[in-house]
């Protein structure tokens, strides 16, 4: 456990030196993502012009869930996207056989492996949008923000299982680069809480493209609205979704050959 | 010309049809962002015992699902290619042809739009059945439409080329057209019809090119604006586009001389 916080800090301090290189792409990647959540409060305040509550969400919990979103997405673009772009590069060129090779878990080499450390400006922004938002809630008891945090934990583990369960797909069709379009474009009915779509797409973003539980719950976890029974299910949900994705992952690693030789 | 573009369709046709999946699969952008936002106006009206300013329920699905049809048919993405092309070195050979660049894109647009619009419309029609959808459209919106959404898919594709020539001095423009595409998210009619947008907002959006784009052919389309302030924003268009074709027209030739090729 100690050598792969380790290796994962190695990891990330080298990535950082890469993107370190590039300083003025940095400075611009920073100002196009304090734009990008500017306009996304403006969209839910322009939403908030017209009414004080939205589907028992009022604004200071929208907010709250907005960061969320950020938080969530931005976890996503930190570590889970650069790491499994390389994973499917890796799977075309047939230079998996590197990562496989090395004396570590091979998922955790693989799906760890990379950050684009910019992001971490989309999680602070994130979290001063949720700070934002919990200024207009009153009083966040200790059980409340536990929940909270386990509910984000969880959130981030099933976004992980989705991304590894799509990307492992790899194996088989090799370019799955439109697959992972799914997740994208689903990506952005986070932003709102699940429970205001319609019923094919509230069952979709809780199930197969986990993005709106994983959004929504952490939101409703620190406003209070969230019970016990809420939780347990999640956890237990999140942890069967973990252990699925792994398994398929392994199975799929199974029918990998080299394509270099 | 005509014998130009019918050899350069064809041959896109044949291109087009190998990339079917990834057809039905980029339609999901066109259709969830308006979906997204449909269903949280329909939160909000409910909240406001069913209207918001002139919209009921079924007047914002008609909105939402007339935006869906327009952005999937005037919305390019040239620009993000358009840097790929520079920075790679692919550009230059096609410089050398005899033919514009430009032209090969409205050819891909054109065969783009109408093979994706199939699966759309299926969507769309589902869609319409499970919010009720009300059109206000009679046979006049419909002949504002025509007009209204080819002038609107031009204005998109000139501009983004006109953004896209950005990248001859920067070599990378995506800062640029993602800057671009927030102000299209706040300004072009998708997270608000634009009548919706509170005061000064609506005003800022008028005067920019954004909601002539997405917002003006959707509202005409459900039938949302009466014939005079339909020509009226029409008019809108026309300026949009003649600026954005002038424009073009001078910041490519300007872009080309100064071009230095970048790769092999």
Known sequence: MLRYSRLLALFFRTELQYELEYRANLLLEIVQTVVIIATSIGAVLVLFTYTDVMNGWDLGAMLVLLGCFYLVQGFGELVLS????????HVRLGTLDYALLKPVSAQFLVTLRHFRVVQLAQIGLGAVVVAVGLGRITAVGPLEAVGFALALACGFVLIYALLLALSTLAFWFVRIENLMAIYWSFLDAGRFPVDIYPGWLRVTLST???????????????AGRLDFGGLVLLVVGTVLAFVASASFWRLGLR???GASA | ??????????????????????????MLFSVIRPVIFLAAWVAVANAQGGRVGGYDVRDFAGYYVALSLVSQLTMAWDAYEFE????????????????????YAVAWNIVWKLTTIIPL????????????????????????FVPSVLIGAALAFVSGWVLASVAFWTTRVHAVSSLWDRGAFIF????????????????????LPFGYM?????????GGVDVPTGLTLIGGQILWLSFFLIAFQRVWRAGVRQFSAVGA
């Open chain 2, 84 to 103: 790929f092309e520079v920075r790679m070195g692919r550009l230059a050979p096609k410089l050398l042809r005899p033919l514009h660049p430009i032209h």
């Open chain 2, 214 to 222: 997405l917002g003006v052919p959707a509202e005409i389309l459900r």
């Open chain 2, 1 to 26: 010309m005509i014998r130009t573009y019918r050899a350069l369709l064809v041959a896109t046709v044949q291109a087009a049809a190998q990339y079917r999946v990834q057809s039905v699969l980029w």
């Open chain 2, 121 to 144: 419309l299926v969507v769309l029609a589902l869609v319409t059945v499970s919010f009720d959808v009300r059109f206000r459209t009679t046979p006049a919106h419909v002949a504002l």
């Open chain 1, 255 to 257: 029918s990998y050959t």
């Open chain 1, 82 to 89: 650069p790491s499994f772009e390389k994973f499917m590069e």
């Open chain 2, 188 to 207: 072009a009619g998708q997270i608000a019809p634009l009548a919706l947008l509170p005061g000064p907002l609506q005003v800022i959006a008028l005067a």
């Open chain 1, 208 to 222: 197969a493209v986990p993005i709106g539980v994983a959004v929504t719950v952490p939101a409703q976890a620190i």
